[in-house]
């Protein structure tokens, strides 16, 4: 019985064949996301409910006592305003 060459003696070696190493592309983006408006509406409204859960008591005396000022004709005056108008501004800046 003769037995004729079937293939190569090590079987395995043909499928150990390195091929050429693939390139990395280094000129890709980055990963990045995209917020609908919607989204960013949403988490604007749960901000400010969560600011508001978070903010102090209301002082009612002092809301009383500004509410009677501001009853007062005479308290209303540009000094006033403007010092109030400052005062706003103010908070906006930090």
Not at 27 to 50: L, M, P, T
Request: proline letters at 4%; zero cysteines; charged letters at 35%.
């Amino acid at each position: 019985m003769t037995i004729e060459g079937i293939g190569p003696i090590d079987p395995i070696t043909k499928y150990n064949k390195t091929g050429k190493p693939e390139k990395v592309d280094k000129g890709k983006k980055a990963d990045s996301i995209n917020v609908s408006e919607e989204a960013r509406s949403k988490a604007e409204i749960y901000q400010a409910a969560e600011t508001a859960k978070n903010a102090q008591e209301i002082r009612w005396d002092r809301v009383e006592e500004v509410k009677q000022k501001l009853e007062d004709p005479n308290y209303i005056s540009d000094k006033v305003i403007e010092a109030v108008a400052e005062k706003i501004m103010d908070q906006f800046n930090t």
